[in-house]
């Protein structure tokens, strides 16, 4: 297993469309096994294919409850219902976080490793990361979610802590606000409630 370069904005493979994967092939467990370990390391929820330089359909997610990533190959949202907005990252967007518009619920529809078909149904944090990751492979990011444009912010890290403070990565759900501060970089909301 190796830890992958990460792909950052503005790297043009962040924007374009991934490949549908044919069927699954030991290279492709490969990528997976290393996208796990990377996004491991990267202290990510998730992370998809073009995030560390390939165009195949492929994410992988994991969210603090699993107890094994989930692997989501040609992944498609079926239906989505509600909508709420969430505080976000993303790895390839280091330094930031913005507030977005995501669904309440998600049905989606994967390939697994096993090269069957998958439905679930998800919310909350996993429906964000779904929609998130499932974006990455049609070129689009968060960014391009944002409630409005004065919704990114920058984030400034404490230097005591950096170790709980990388976690802001892919999609994590914000529970560490605690531990960042923001400064007035770009344009920040007087009163989006985002942060304090
Ligand atoms: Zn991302």
Same mark, same amino acid.
């Given at each position: 297993?190796?830890?992958?370069d ?23 467990? $490969?990528l *997976? @096994? ?8 990267? &202290? /990510? ?6 995030? %560390? ?30 909508? $709420?907005? *969430? @505080? ?8 930031? &976080? /913005? ?5 309440e619920? %998600? ?7 096993d ?7 998800a ?21 391009d ?14 230097e ?37």
């Amino acid at each position: 297993m190796a830890i992958l370069d990460m792909r950052l904005l503005p790297d043009p493979i962040l924007r374009k469309q991934a490949k549908k994967v044919a069927k699954v092939t030991p290279q492709l467990r $490969r990528l *997976v @096994e290393n996208m796990v370990e990377t996004m491991r390391d990267q &202290r /990510g929820v998730g992370l998809a294919a073009n995030q %560390v330089g390939s165009l195949q359909k492929v994410a992988v997610i994991e969210t603090p409850e699993m107890e094994e990533p989930m692997v989501l190959i040609n992944p498609e949202i079926m239906k989505a219902e509600g909508e $709420r907005q *969430v @505080e976000e990252g993303c790895l390839s967007v280091p330094g930031y &976080r /913005g507030l977005v518009n995501r669904s309440e619920k %998600v049905r989606v529809k994967a390939m697994g490793l096993d090269g069957k078909i998958y439905r679930l149904n998800a919310e909350d944090l996993l429906a964000q990361a779904l929609e998130h990751e499932i974006d990455h492979l049609n070129g689009i990011l968060y960014i391009d979610h944002l409630v409005d444009h004065e919704s990114l912010y920058k984030i400034t890290y404490h230097e005591h802590d950096d170790e709980e403070d990388e976690f802001d990565g892919d999609l994590d759900d914000g529970e560490d606000e605690a531990e960042e501060s923001t400064e007035s970089v770009a344009v920040e909301t007087s009163d989006s409630g985002a942060e304090d």
